[in-house]
């Protein structure tokens, strides 16, 4: 867990092309605003009735300076990241301690033509080399490590998100609908398993195969950081990767693991979210403001509910709140 408070021209591949097709989408339906909006992070883990927690999590409300981006671009960049270890907990621990130490020497330094495109280029960059360092260190232990991690990450630039995620974690926006007055839970993020047709072909086609909804009928994601066996048979780091533009409407961000999303759908989740930051009963501890207390206890009170409803996952909720 990582917290901080303060501050070679290939072709496209056919998973890159569609990640391209994928921010198109979050364009046509994201409208621009001049302000740039303060994100804070807070988060809720439970272990269930797992015997371990192998949920790992980061929260870096402001990373501008690390980054060192190009002053006349960019102004802000946060980070905020949820990782689902399956095996053991080493997959999930070393994407949380060295994804976004590599996605910070690899943001863009000097001038750039194009933000979105050397973005998204330095988070698919970001991911591979991640999953390449973890592999070299579990094949050279004895006997070979066999961790695995989901990898649901928001990076912020200004008042754009890049949503890049493995797996079935799930990066959820709450976005106030003008039109019907209500609050709507808009998916940022797309699940990878087995049984889906792009993924199974992928993984046919490298020679693995799908048996119960699961690689050789056994890991239940198709996309993940680790996970060395099952490289070989389709299973990829690449990410998928979508953008979209933050606007006055926007409340929160949801990260969570699929423990949450087992019991909860992104609508309910959003929903009961909303219900504790409307709660004036929540107290404020010192040293916290009323804002804060309400975020926090918000991320409690869901996992919380999560293991009553009966998930037996381990349970990680993250919510970045978005200032106005």
């Not at 050279?140 to 066999?146: G, I, L, N």
């Not at 890049?164 to 609050?183: F, P, T, V, W």
């Not at 993924?199 to 048996?211: L, T």
């Amino acid at each position: 867990m990582v917290k901080n408070e303060g501050k070679g021209a290939k072709r496209k591949t056919s998973e890159e092309e569609k990640n391209g097709s994928e921010e198109l989408v979050e364009k046509k339906v994201c409208k621009a605003s001049s302000v740039i909006f303060g994100l804070k992070g807070y988060v809720a883990e439970r272990k269930g009735e797992r015997e371990e927690m192998q949920d790992a999590h980061v929260i870096l409300n402001d990373i501008t300076e690390e980054c060192r981006p190009p002053s006349s671009l960019i102004t802000r960049v946060s980070y905020f990241a949820v990782f689902d270890g399956h095996g053991g907990i080493r997959a999930s621990k070393f994407a949380a301690q060295n994804l976004h130490q590599n996605l910070i020497r690899k943001f863009p330094k000097g001038d750039v033509i194009s933000v979105e495109k050397t973005v998204k280029r330095c988070l698919l960059d970001t991911f591979k080399h991640t999953d390449e360092e973890f592999l070299k260190q579990a094949s050279s232990q004895k006997p070979a490590w066999k961790d695995g991690s989901t990898a649901t990450c928001v990076l912020a630039v200004d008042n754009i998100l890049y949503i890049a995620n493995l797996g079935d974690s799930r990066a959820i926006l709450c976005r106030y609908n003008e039109e019907s007055q209500k609050h709507a839970a808009l998916s940022l993020s797309k699940e990878h398993n087995p049984t889906q047709y792009e993924e199974r072909m992928r993984i046919q086609k490298a020679g693995g195969n799908v048996r119960d909804g699961r690689v050789l009928g056994v890991l239940e994601v198709s996309r993940s950081i680790g996970d060395g066996q099952y490289k070989r048979c389709g299973v990829t780091s690449v990410p998928d990767i979508r953008r979209c533009q933050l606007t006055p409407n926007d409340r929160f961000i949801l990260l969570a693991c699929d423990g949450l999303f087992k019991v909860f759908t992104p609508e309910e989740a959003v929903n009961f979210i909303l219900s504790c930051l409307e709660d004036e009963k929540i107290q404020t501890r010192e040293g916290k403001s009323a804002v804060d207390a309400r975020y926090e206890a918000a991320c409690n009170r869901l996992a919380n509910k999560a293991v009553q409803r009966g998930s037996a996952d381990n349970v990680t909720v993250m919510v970045v709140r978005i200032g106005h």
